[in-house]
């Protein structure tokens, strides 16, 4: 499929780029619609860090991150209260950590599937982590942190994340992508 030299799959231009930015928080708002308090961030995240430069991957992550609480707050009526306003907070701090742990993964000398994966798995101990420890001072229901809640929000994410790969490698190979400096894939 793809070599190890292909990680990042970086676009071409930058505003391919950015429309890849735009699609991360557009997936955000698609997705915050759909799995309200389940937004796939560790996807959103570990898709970013793998596809755009650092601080594009950033960016997206905190565009999708804003996106996620204007449909919540505006959209699906997440109550106004403090501890609603706390958890947003909360999930923003694991959708950053969960970045920073895709992006450290990121440097592992393995093949493209094994860092992908092993970006992703970073991304979402981070991301539970985060939020676990978040349960420490904010109000969370007793079963929130069960077997069967984290295997729903792992397979949620690992849905998505493969979505996300997959849109990329498409409009990746149509536009064309840069692999070791040079330009590939492009289209005529």
Do not use: K
């Not at 930015?21 to 619609?33: D, E, F, H, K, P």
């Not at 001072?137 to 295997?151: K, W």
Request: glycine share 10%.
């Amino acid at each position: 499929m793809f070599a190890r030299d292909q990680l990042p799959l970086r676009p071409v231009a930058a505003g391919f780029a950015a429309l890849w930015v735009a699609v991360i928080a557009g997936a955000s708002v698609g997705l915050s619609l759909v799995f309200a308090c389940v937004t796939p961030f560790v996807a959103l995240a570990a898709v970013s860090a793998v596809v755009l430069p650092r601080r594009m991957a950033v960016t997206a992550v905190l565009l999708a991150w804003l996106a996620n609480q204007l449909v919540g707050y505006l959209v699906l009526g997440y109550p106004q209260t403090w501890d609603s306003h706390a958890w947003g907070l909360a999930i923003g701090i694991a959708a950053f950590a969960s970045l920073a742990a895709a992006l450290a993964a990121l440097r592992l000398r393995a093949d493209l599937t094994l860092t992908m994966a092993g970006a992703f798995l970073a991304g979402f101990v981070a991301y539970e982590g985060v939020l676990y420890a978040a349960t420490a001072v904010l109000p969370s229901g007793e079963g929130a942190f069960s077997l069967s809640v984290v295997a729903e929000v792992l397979a949620i994410n690992a849905l998505a994340a493969a979505g996300l790969i997959c849109l990329h490698v498409a409009a990746a190979v149509g536009r064309g992508f840069v692999v070791g400096g040079r330009m590939v894939g492009q289209a005529r």
